[in-house]
């Protein structure tokens, strides 16, 4: 995890031997290194929050206000955790995402409107939380094929704003889980796993716990090294396990997938 030094002044309690009397007509102090975590929230969190929300006020006057708009204190909150508290970071991250919500029609997005693609079974949100309680997403690569539905995009997205509603209180993130047991070269897609962990990145930070390639054949493998340099830090998110450890590791007896429980 990033930390950082902070200067924190404290009042010098003895003499050093070395300087001279001349040195003490004033008091003198030392400014002490201390580390913290970077992501640890400061004691002044509403005031930046408030900067933030002015700043997109009078900048960005034509951002929609509202639930995931430029007013949203929950989603500024957010924002400022995952650029460390930088108000100008979070400002322009969050005017990105905020401007992609409405061009992509976030809010538009419904089960009718993906109904076609989704009929597939390519990709869907499991019914039961993992063991660590969060929202799971399934998707089962051998039924994708590049360019086939128009949609794949809007799945995606439609998915991922229906786990982050799934969430219980005090939990944040979601598990994905990539099923590559039947996965052929056809399936393969590189511009679509990279629009899935953008999307992520850009628009739903922190919002991704873990990835696990489940069974990843042997013809995958290049692919892999393709996309991994492509996922940046995202890619330590990533771990290929076996479906029996994705079954026992991640789920109770009650709650497995039913297309792991063969």
């Not at 002490?32 to 969190?45: K, M, V």
């Not at 991922?160 to 056809?186: M, N, S």
Request: proline share 5%.
């Amino acid at each position: 995890m990033a930390q950082c030094l902070r200067l924190r002044p404290l009042p010098l309690t003895h003499h050093f031997n070395s300087l001279s009397s001349a040195h003490y007509q004033k008091p003198i102090k030392l400014s002490q290194l201390a580390i913290r975590n970077c992501s640890s929230p400061p004691e002044n969190t509403h005031r930046l929050v408030a900067e933030v929300k002015k700043k997109l006020e009078k900048d960005h006057n034509s951002l929609l206000v509202g639930k995931n708009g430029r007013d949203d204190e929950d989603m500024i909150l957010w924002f400022l955790k995952d650029r460390k508290y930088s108000v100008q970071e979070t400002v322009s991250k969050l005017t990105k995402a905020i401007r992609w919500r409405d061009e992509f029609g976030v809010s538009d997005l419904s089960e009718k409107s993906v109904k076609r693609v989704a009929e597939t079974g390519k990709a869907y949100l499991h019914d039961h939380l993992d063991v660590n309680g969060r929202p799971v997403i399934i998707v089962d690569t051998s039924k994708h094929f590049p360019g086939e539905y128009e949609e794949d995009e809007k799945l995606c997205v439609f998915l991922i704003e229906k786990a982050l509603q799934k969430l219980p209180d005090g939990k944040h993130e979601v598990l994905v889980i990539i099923d590559l047991r039947a996965f052929r070269t056809q399936n393969a897609d590189i511009k679509f796993v990279t629009f899935v962990f953008d999307v992520f990145y850009c628009y739903y930070p922190r919002r991704l716990g873990r990835v696990l390639f489940v069974d990843a054949p042997f013809v995958f493998k290049p692919l892999w090294q393709l996309i991994k340099p492509l996922l940046k830090s995202y890619a330590s998110l990533v771990r290929f396990c076996s479906a029996k450890a994705a079954k026992e590791e991640y789920f109770t007896v009650d709650t497995v997938p039913a297309s792991f429980r063969k």
